[in-house]
């Protein structure tokens, strides 16, 4: 898929205030400070996108941006940020669930995982919810140029024999690097695929 145009949209602080919902959607989302902006900036092809910044957390609201008058794609919230307050992280918590549940036109859940670290609790307890509630998603490893792949490999494969506990069929996951435009093919083929079976 090549984009050709990209734009922001809106920004929402509940569900009832998204767009119209009469295009496939696509949500990325992820533990605060993972690379989501840098990421969606890299799939997109646009410098300032979505709006990157040193400080974790930033991300507040539910952000559209419409891709080629055809899709959207959807920044949500970072989860887990620790200086946020905990009532301000259990009201993300709320917002997300509610989009989640009753965003009719969502598509997929692109969760985004630091490829450095082992798996966070944090990120299995979402994963987990996710399945539980029967909501399809794929899993992109980001920052993978930072690390070389035998640890790739090995935080991937943790990851994979955690879910192997209690899941039949493991979750797509996508290796991508923001700064090397690695997985860009991968992720964007993979929504054209589900774009063209939805028509």
Known sequence: M?????KFITSSQSVAQCPKGDLPEYAFIGRSNVGKSSLINML??????AKTSSTPGKTRLINHFLIDDSWYLCDLPGYGYAKVSKKNRE???????????????????????????PPQELD???????????LP???LYTKCDKVNQKVR???????????????EELPLIIETSAVKGTGRDKVLDLIKQTNQKLT
Not at 107 to 113: E, K, N, Q, R
């Open 44 to 49: 997109a092809q646009r410098k300032n996108l």
């Open 153 to 167: 490999n090995q935080t991937i494969g943790e990851m994979k024999a955690h879910l192997s506990e209690s899941w």
């Open 124 to 134: 299995l307890d979402f994963i987990e919810w996710l399945g539980d509630s029967q």
């Open 91 to 117: 009201l993300f918590a709320k917002m997300i669930e509610q989009y989640a549940r009753h965003r009719d036109n969502l598509v997929c859940f692109f969760v985004l995982i630091d490829s450095r670290i």
């Open 137 to 139: 998603f794929v899993l």
């Open 2 to 6: 090549n984009i050709k145009d990209a």
